[in-house]
């Protein structure tokens, strides 16, 4: 399979929104970090952490729900989704940044130029597109487009091989590519970004781990893009 979401997010577009909106998947348990409970948590860290308020949400789910938190926020960030429904109910939602979402495939290159942006976050994204379309492009594209010193964020189901279970939101079995985070790590350092440890006990950072309400395992990081970037 080369893609495991497409015809599920075409087919839930406005229920995904509304689950989004609710935060019916947003709240961890298990988790490895007293200070990680929700997605929150980890957007409030990555506003510490950036250099700059300019962002861009790789993969922003239908509604842009981030995008439009962060615009109402005073921040410069954009949103882009590879599913066309998606975009749309952010629009349909949020008229506001109906000039800051857009329809874009991290299978293939992304339309912006290099060192665009401070940020970038790429949530629950990568376990929707096959390993060799995120080694290859995805990861060296959200690399390209991150400043030198700016920060990623990157969540994703954690394990190896691929995971398929019932989700009762939606009513229906959905599939999902696992991954390693050192195998992420690695791909990651060959483009000159290196985890961002913790700075002290209160302080998100290094690896963190935590389940969603499926009960499905996730890893999620912090990465900053060094200020010279060798060639991979």
Known sequence: MSDYSERFYQQHSRRYAEVSRLFLQSVYGKSSHPRLKNDWDLLDRLKELAPG?????AGCGAGARDVYALWAAGYDIYGIDAVAENIQAAVELHPEIGDRVSVADLREALDFPDDSFDFVLCNA???HIAPDAVKNSALPELARVLKPGGVMQLMFKNGTGVLTLFDKDYGVNRTFQLYDEQEILSILSQHGLQLIEAESADKLGGLMYFTDPKQAEYC?????????VRPP
Do not use: M, P
Not at 53 to 57: A, E, K
């Open 220 to 228: 999620v990081f912090f990465a900053r893009k060094a200020s010279t």
């Open 125 to 127: 994204v990568i376990q």
């Open 53 to 57: 308020r300019r962002g861009l949400d």
